[in-house]
Structure formats: structure tokens, C-alpha cells
């Protein structure tokens, strides 16, 4: 590709270049491609799918006993379902998944004092999809078994006071969607707002404030890559203008794949409560899972914070679009939208009066419900109900899971496949308790820098476009990595998935990289 071409797809989306970069890698058959692009992981977790697929022969069965129509069922009979569940685990306990499912029933039962008829018979009715959702927002035992999950996971058991709403989605990315439209519908954020983003940040979170839909003004809050990827206290004090109206940030990191710290958190946590009790927090926590004692920063800005969750990476889940939405019942928001000039809130109580018998009193956790249907057709608002028992299945599955054995396999596979990837590199890499290894950010012209000195790297910078590095890797080596620029990590820098390939083609990888700055060494040295 040239050079002109190449400041063409500058413009792009790395994720659409990255189409573009595959096409170049495929055009040499003779070599296999790697994409270590996008992070979809190669595994899943099999122990709560068995699970759901023997949950479903029984829902079946459920089914068939009220009716005697051939290839017909009906719902599910509340009174005695637990009984009959004992019963039919009883009678397959030679099956995948009996096991998981008796210690999942045993939990809810005995831990979280479920009733076990309401338990299952939610479930059984929710897994043949045989009813719209109700509640919309979540089925109420899915909503609190979630709810028990994000207090372990997001909060390590020791959640900030009170409960979360939770409003479950089809996805974490139509969470962002859901939150953004109707933080825009209710005024809380208007064309024109400044709006602040932890960067380097997935590049959607970059693209969104410059729709014309929101028009936001960009503020970055800047990691420093010297300090381990944390926010330096100058970044967090930018927080403290009134005109920033809210901050949105992934937690732990993506690109750069890294938890905020203890220290960092408290720090926003106090000039929140001292200085910004208004400012509106978006935190998308996907890749919390892979930090040993990850905390959400829902942890210290509760009431100002919205939480974002999915399913996807951790249980190996992209197409099952499992997301959830989290705001503490005691908010700012709901506040906020009350303190709204009586022009606004006349137009919202318009807005919601269709859906609402006192929409004034509509928290905003419910407006977005009705949002995600465009209000009008708020009737049939709400994730599918097998995708909700699929998630409380995966819930279950940590809740039970006592010695964290799940964990320790997951993170195993990306941490393994981070030394690999850097042995072959020749580059030591810093081991750090915060730090995902679900990505690495390689930052090349430092790279070029530490191996062949500074007036090389400055050579690389000024003769080269900031997306030459990935397009020769794709076109020499038909390897496909991000642009980490187009996630406002430092230019020419690459983002790689340890998720989505096999183990041992993280050592072609490496010396992949190597050999290509080599290279471009190479041919700076027959130019001086």
C-alpha cells in the first residue's frame, strides 16, 4: 500500500481498516494469516452451556406434563417445579451438566433463600422463551443472581452500600447505545457538552461524541505509559471542571489492558464526593474479570456512576450478546432529572406518560428501557429470556466455582500466551497484578528506540504514516493487529489480542514484529 493510500485509511475506524489489513494478508497464499485483532476469545466455557442445554430437556418436559396435544406444551406449573428438578436430576446423573445444575439450585436455595419453585419455574418458562420479559427491565431471580455475580466480580463481595438496578442488554455494546440515548432524552447531556474519555479507549468511545447525534466536546483524560498506564493526579484534576459533564472510560483498559489502581481509584472517588457530586460516570468493567482483586470504580463513586457488563470475553460468549446495565438505586441521575427547569421536565413527562402512570417519578434506569424501544413500543422492551438464563447459568457458574478454578484457567491461557509473544519478541515484559493480558499495547517507535537508538525511532516517526507498521505486517508477515492510534494509544503503536489464536502462534507473532523492525532498521542503515 502507499503511502497516499495509507493516509486514506487513516480516517477509518481501526476496526475497519483492520478488513482492509486481512485482504492484504490473504492476498499471499503461500503463508497462513494471523489476526490477532479483534478480541473474540477461542475458548468458551462449557460447564454452564451443558448446563443450559440440560435445563432445557427439562423445561421440555416441564412443557409437555400440562398438556395432552401432540407436539405441544404449555408453561411451566409453579407449585412443586423444584421437587420435579430434584427429580430429573436425580434420574440423569450420569448427564453433562447434572452436577453444575444441582450445586447451582443448592446456591440459590440455601445462600441466597430463593424460593426453589420460583426459581425454576422463572427459569424453565424463560429457557423456552415462551413469554414476553417480565419485568422488562430483568426476570426478577435472574436480576438478583446477577446481581450476587457483580458484587464478587466488579466489587470483590464487598459492594458500596444498598442495591443496583440492573437492566439487562443484549450486549455491552448495546448498553452503551441504551445509556447514551437516553442520557441525551433526558437532558443530562445535551449537543455540545464536554465530555471526558480515559484514553487510550475502544475506539467506539472515541467515534460517538463526533456523531451528529451528540456532538460532544472530547476531553482526554491521559494515561501515562511510564506510570504503568494509570491516570497521573493533573489527568483526574481535569475532572474537576464543572463544564465536564461526564467521564467515560473502560476499566481495566482496552487497549492497553490495565486496571485502574487502588490509589487512582480513591482518587476519583474523593474529588467526586468533594467537587463533582454532578458529574456522570460511565464505566465499561468487561475485562474486570481477568484482575485478581479487580474493583469497579463503582466501588467509591456509587451514586455517580453507571456500569457497564458482558459476558462476552470472559466465557467465551460474543454471539450469546449478554450485557447488563447497573445504577444504584440511591443515584445522581434521578436527581438530577427532578432539578430539570419545568420546560424539560413537562416535555419528559410527555415523553414517558404513554408507559408510566407518574412518569415523573420514572427512574432513569426504567427510562432506558422504555428508550431502547423507542417508547412507543415499550410493550416489548427487554432482553430475550433464554439470553437471561444463559447469563444467570454463567452467574451461577462463578458464584459455585469456590476455589475460582475457572478464573485461574482463563487467566492461564492469556498470561501464557503474553510470554510467548514477548520471549519471541526479545523485549522483557513487566509483569504487573493489574494488568489484564487479555491485549498488550506495543508501542513500536519506543520499541525502535530501546533496540537501535533514538535517531532511528525519530526516522520511523517522520518518514512513515502512523499506520505503516500494521499494513507491512499484513502485507510482509500476513499478520493482522490494530492500529493502536486509533485507540489514542501513541502512534504506530499495535494493539494485540492474546484471546483469539492458538498458543504457539504467539512466538510467529513476536518475531514477527521483530523481524519487521529489523527491517525498516535495515533500510534506515543504506540511507546514512
Not at 448498553?175 to 484514553?199: P, Q, R
Not at 472517588?269 to 458529574?279: A, F, M, N, P, T
Request: with cysteine; glycine share 6%.
Amino acid at each position: 500500500m502507499k503511502r497516499q493510500e495509507e493516509k486514506r485509511y487513516e480516517k477509518l475506524s481501526p476496526f475497519e481498516l483492520k478488513d482492509k489489513l486481512i485482504k492484504l494478508s490473504k492476498a499471499h497464499h503461500e503463508r497462513l494469516m494471523l489476526n490477532a485483532g479483534r478480541g473474540n476469545p477461542n475458548w468458551v466455557a462449557v460447564t454452564p452451556r451443558e448446563g443450559f442445554f440440560l435445563f432445557g430437556r427439562f423445561a421440555l418436559q416441564e412443557s409437555l406434563r400440562v398438556t395432552d396435544l401432540p407436539a405441544i406444551g404449555g408453561f411451566c406449573e409453579r407449585q412443586g417445579s423444584g421437587e420435579r428438578f430434584k427429580s430429573f436430576l436425580k434420574n440423569n446423573k450420569e448427564a453433562e451438566g447434572t452436577v453444575f445444575l444441582q450445586k447451582a439450585f443448592d446456591y440459590v436455595k440455601d445462600e441466597m433463600n430463593i424460593d426453589p419453585d420460583d426459581f425454576i419455574c422463572e427459569l424453565t418458562d424463560a429457557v423456552l422463551g415462551n413469554n414476553y420479559p417480565v419485568p422488562d427491565r430483568m426476570l426478577i431471580n435472574c436480576e438478583n443472581i446477577v446481581h450476587r455475580y457483580l458484587d464478587k466480580e466488579m466489587c470483590q463481595s464487598s459492594p458500596p452500600p444498598g442495591r443496583f438496578d440492573l437492566f439487562a442488554t443484549e450486549g455491552g455494546t448495546a448498553a452503551m447505545d441504551y445509556i447514551f440515548t437516553s442520557l441525551m432524552e433526558n437532558k443530562l447531556l445535551h449537543k455540545g457538552d464536554k465530555v471526558a474519555l480515559g484514553t487510550p479507549i475502544f475506539t467506539p468511545y472515541i467515534e460517538i461524541p463526533k456523531l451528529n447525534d451528540y456532538r460532544f466536546i472530547e476531553l482526554e483524560i491521559k494515561q501515562d505509559e511510564n506510570a504503568g498506564w494509570q491516570y497521573p493526579d493533573s489527568e483526574i484534576e481535569k475532572l474537576a471542571d464543572p463544564k465536564v459533564k461526564a467521564f467515560c472510560l473502560v476499566n481495566p483498559s482496552n487497549p492497553t489492558s490495565v486496571s485502574m489502581q487502588p490509589a487512582t481509584l480513591g482518587k476519583i472517588g474523593s474529588l467526586v464526593h468533594k467537587k463533582r457530586q454532578d458529574l456522570i460516570i460511565i464505566t465499561d468493567d468487561v475485562y474486570g474479570t481477568f484482575v485478581n482483586g479487580f474493583k469497579s470504580i463503582v466501588t467509591v463513586a456509587p451514586q455517580n456512576t453507571i456500569l457497564v457488563y458482558s459476558f462476552s470475553k470472559y466465557f467465551g460468549a460474543t454471539g450469546w450478546r449478554l450485557g447488563v446495565i447497573g445504577i444504584h438505586q440511591n443515584n445522581a441521575f434521578d436527581r438530577m432529572i427532578a432539578a430539570l427547569p419545568l420546560k424539560d421536565r413537562k416535555q419528559l413527562h410527555e415523553r414517558y406518560s404513554t408507559v408510566a402512570l407518574n412518569p415523573d417519578k420514572m427512574k432513569l434506569i426504567d427510562r432506558m428501557v422504555a428508550d431502547s424501544r423507542s417508547v412507543a413500543l415499550h410493550h416489548t422492551a427487554g432482553l430475550s429470556t433464554p439470553q437471561q438464563v444463559q447469563m444467570v447459568l454463567f452467574s451461577l457458574f462463578c458464584l459455585t466455582d469456590r476455589e475460582n478454578k475457572y478464573k485461574q484457567a482463563a487467566q492461564y491461557i492469556v498470561r501464557h500466551r503474553i510470554k510467548t509473544l514477548y520471549d519471541a519478541l526479545g523485549s522483557g515484559y513487566a509483569q504487573s497484578p493489574y494488568d489484564t493480558h487479555y491485549y498488550t499495547t506495543i508501542d513500536i517507535p519506543k520499541l525502535a528506540q530501546e533496540r537501535y537508538g533514538e535517531k532511528f525511532a525519530s526516522y520511523l516517526v517522520k518518514n512513515f504514516e502512523p499506520i505503516d507498521f500494521v499494513v507491512k505486517l499484513a502485507e510482509k508477515k500476513s499478520i493482522v493487529l490494530m492500529d493502536g492510534g486509533g485507540f489514542d494509544a501513541p502512534n504506530m503503536s499495535v494493539r494485540v489480542s492474546l484471546a483469539n489464536l492458538p498458543n504457539s502462534t504467539y512466538d510467529a507473532i513476536g518475531k514477527g514484529i521483530s523481524d519487521l523492525l529489523e527491517e525498516y532498521h535495515n533500510g534506515w542503515k543504506s540511507r546514512v
